[in-house]
């Protein structure tokens, strides 16, 4: 009950839920904003905490969680560190996936060089060449790195790591110390290189006749690949064997399951202890060939050679226990 | 394939022969239904009328044998894949829907495309909380259980990432349509609209974004406009009608409609209600789209409209000629899908496709056009136009508008090239 009082301070969200909208006005609103009777009766129109679900979240909480950081700085913890602090950092963390000079290792990520590339057919989007800020370096860093161990380093750790990369781009000198009233004031090279979506940006016709002239149609690219002579049907159908348990629920366990007709019962030393001492390989033989009541290959002809054995593997695993 | 089991049949001695037939049988029992020629040569062996398959002749497993249960063992070619050189390593990586082995719009979920940036992680529901906080009235936590009071809301939406087709910027690469189109599918995603949960927590003046962030070790965070948040976006607990997958984000994700995938985080631990985009990796590193002249595209959210033959395929090969039904799939992050063609001459003529099935706002939409094969060969294509009027474009028309380094949101027309010997290939014309 008592949440439910205090959620009723923020009813000022009702009133602009009410219309649809989501802005909101600020925090003096008192009851007069209320919902009428008639909006809460709509099923599309609920105040704000209407189902007070859930447990607030403390300060402490969110603190814990929440590790966002913005370009204009928001969310940045104090701390510092320097490139020089840093190198070693890098060496021991990060330059086994993204080398020693930023230059990358394999497919990983590379962070450095790529300078005035983005126009060439190659481009290299490092974090000199690409990235617009330098709070995405804090951020990513501290949120996903070191690859195999995300959240291990600690914020001064973090700031000389940065500090380290943005060195490796020729954007601070070895001995600059990175602080949280510093970063935002690092102006990356490519800040102003990205533009919101503007998309549509094609407007194809529908053409239904005749769209082309005829004879002027070519092919102007093909996977290399496309010469080999292998058929991609014959490729896919890859059918394996069965597992032994699937094969003894689908054939054996009728029997074998209950002991019907004198058949010995996985798992029942007793029945097994004589049949074990013939080995695995004569068992084999008189389930492939039939013996006494049971029919060769437990009588279900379609299964190989193959999964008749392992259905008698697995039989014989439950019963050696 | 059959024709081949028998020819080299023919080779053996009478007995092994009969052995050989019946082993090659099994192999090529994923293709007998879908071929129906070619088994009729030898049947005395096998279960072919007049004689009687040796299952009709049996017992089954009984209930309960597959407490969960799957496929048939002669459909285990229906897997995603890789591509090994793409990433560094399949922690961060990806893995493709085998596009051309399923039917209706439904992807099933143990076939939608994986993207992970570190891997799955193993969460534990009861372990596993949302934190709503920043520029709301009232900061919350909530378990799975809070969220499932809430008012439930089930929709058939699409799911495909930004850079699906990426590889074929510059030319065609992938010779498989599960390579080429199948980062993408199509679920019934079912939760609480996000709208509902901002409602509930009220929103404070100025609020404009959303940061969504994953549980998983990449915290995965994408920023989201409030008309988005507002609008369809949806909190996601199950799928397909059971629980996410892990894959897939379990217990909680959200699902952006017809906007790049990545926008959907999996694994979803937190929202933060903020004035002002957040612009970390995943939205300037990265999906954003580099253009001829150096820029690049940000924000760029909603997969525009796109579709592709799905047989025949390089998977799907034609087997004799004569009449098929020509089908595919086609799809727009802007809305329903209102008419699709088809061209079998490389786009000088065209000829209108039948929508079947259901047509839904951002969700795949079953095409199809009954087609006679002479023989020839052909260059196949299909052009999806949405219901906002936009015509799927042209490669030509994308790279003149883009470049080729854009790596996402490649939506042009496909072109399969159909063979005399009734295989395809991948190739891009002009």
């Known amino acids: 009950m008592s949440r439910l009082l205090s959620t009723a301070r923020i009813s000022c969200t009702a009133m602009i839920f009410a219309v649809a909208s989501y802005g909101c006005v600020g925090d003096d609103q008192t009851d007069e ?49 320097t490139a020089e602090g840093g190198e070693m950092l890098y060496e021991n963390q990060c330059a086994s996936c993204h080398g020693s000079f930023g230059e990358g290792v394999g497919r990983y990520p590379v962070l450095s060089g790529g300078e005035g590339s983005l126009t060439e057919a190659r481009p290299e989007k490092t974090v000199g060449s690409f990235w617009p800020y330098a709070s995405t370096l804090w951020d990513y860093i501290h949120r996903a790195m070191p690859y195999t161990e995300p959240e291990s380093l600690n914020d001064d750790e973090v700031y ?17 110390e990175l602080t949280r009233h510093n970063l935002t004031g690092i102006e990356m090279p490519n800040r102003d290189g990205f533009y919101v979506d503007d998309r549509p940006d094609v407007n194809n016709e529908l053409c239904m006749q005749n769209c082309k002239e005829l004879g002027s149609v070519r092919i102007t690219s093909e996977p290399e690949a496309a010469e080999s002579d292998s058929d991609p049907a014959d490729k896919a159908v890859v059918v394996p064997t069965l597992a032994g348990e699937t094969v003894y629920q689908q054939a054996c366990a009728l029997c074998h399951a209950a002991g019907l007709a004198d058949a010995p019962v996985p798992g029942n030393n007793e029945d097994w202890s004589e049949r074990l001492t013939l080995g695995r390989n004569v068992m084999l033989e008189n389930v492939l060939s039939g013996k006494g009541a049971m029919p060769p290959q437990g009588g279900l002809a379609r299964f190989s050679d193959a999964d008749v054995a392992a259905a008698v593997d697995f039989m014989l695993s439950q019963s050696r226990n | 394939m059959l024709r081949k089991v028998a020819a080299e049949g023919e080779k053996l001695p009478v007995e092994e022969r009969r052995k050989f037939l019946k082993n090659g049988l099994v192999l090529a029992g994923g293709v007998l239904a879908g071929a129906g020629i070619g088994g009729r040569t030898d049947a005395a062996e096998n279960g072919l009328p007049p004689n009687v398959p040796s299952w009709t002749r049996s017992l089954g497993p009984g209930v309960l044998s597959n407490p969960y249960g799957k496929p048939s063992r002669f459909e285990s070619h229906i897997v995603r894949r890789n591509v090994p050189w793409l990433t560094a390593d399949r922690i961060a990586s990806v893995s493709f829907t085998p596009l051309a082995e399923l039917d209706g719009i439904i992807t099933p979920s143990s076939l939608v495309f994986e993207r992970y940036h570190a ?13 709503i906080h920043g520029m709301v009235g009232r900061p919350v936590i909530l378990t799975l259980d809070d969220l499932r009071r809430m008012p439930a809301t089930s929709m058939i939406r699409f799911l495909e990432c930004p850079a699906n087709g990426g590889m074929e910027w510059r030319g065609a690469q992938m010779d498989a349509l599960q390579f080429t189109h199948g980062m993408l599918s199509c679920c019934e995603w079912t939760g609480v609209l996000l709208s509902t949960l901002l409602q509930e927590v009220g929103l404070q003046k100025d609020a404009a974004w959303v940061l969504a962030e994953g549980a998983d070790g990449s915290h995965m965070s994408r920023s989201v406009p409030l008309e988005k948040a507002m609008d369809d976006a949806l909190v996601v607990y199950a799928q397909n009608g059971e629980p996410l997958r892990p894959e897939q984000g379990y217990p909680l994700r959200l699902i952006n409609p017809g906007w790049e995938g990545n926008t959907s985080v999996k694994w979803l631990r937190r929202l933060e209600v903020g004035d002002k985009a957040w612009y970390h990796r995943e939205e300037t590193s990265k999906y954003t789209d580099l253009l001829a002249d150096g820029r690049a595209r940000k924000f760029s959210f909603v997969q525009e409209c796109n579709s592709v033959i799905t047989f025949p395929c390089p998977e799907k090969p034609l087997r004799e000629k004569g009449r098929y039904e020509i089908r595919g799939l086609a799809w727009s992050g802007k809305g329903k899908i209102s008419r699709v063609d088809l061209s079998f001459d490389g786009g000088i003529n065209w000829r209108p496709a039948r929508l079947n099935g259901l047509v839904l706002s951002k969700a795949l939409t079953r095409f199809s056009l009954e087609w006679d094969w002479d023989g020839g060969p052909a260059l196949l294509q299909s052009r999806a136009v949405d219901e906002t009027g936009y015509v799927q474009p042209t490669y030509e028309q994308l790279r003149s508008a883009r470049g080729t380094s854009s790596i996402y949101h490649k939506n042009a027309i496909h072109t399969w090239r159909l063979h005399e010997d009734g295989k395809l290939t991948n190739v891009q014309i002009a």
């Open chain 1, 33 to 81: 904003s209320r919902a009428t009777v008639a909006e809460l009766n709509s099923p599309d129109i609920r105040p704000a905490g209407h189902y007070g679900y859930g447990l607030d979240a403390s300060p402490e909480e969110i603190a814990g969680w929440d590790i966002d950081i913005r370009p204009d700085g928001v969310g940045l913890p104090e701390g510092s560190g």
């Open chain 1, 160 to 176: 000389a790591i940065t500090a380290y990369v943005l060195y490796l781009n020729d954007l601070v000198d070895y001995d600059f």
């Open chain 2, 119 to 131: 891997g799955v992680p193993d969460i534990d529901p009861e372990q596993h909380r949302l934190m």
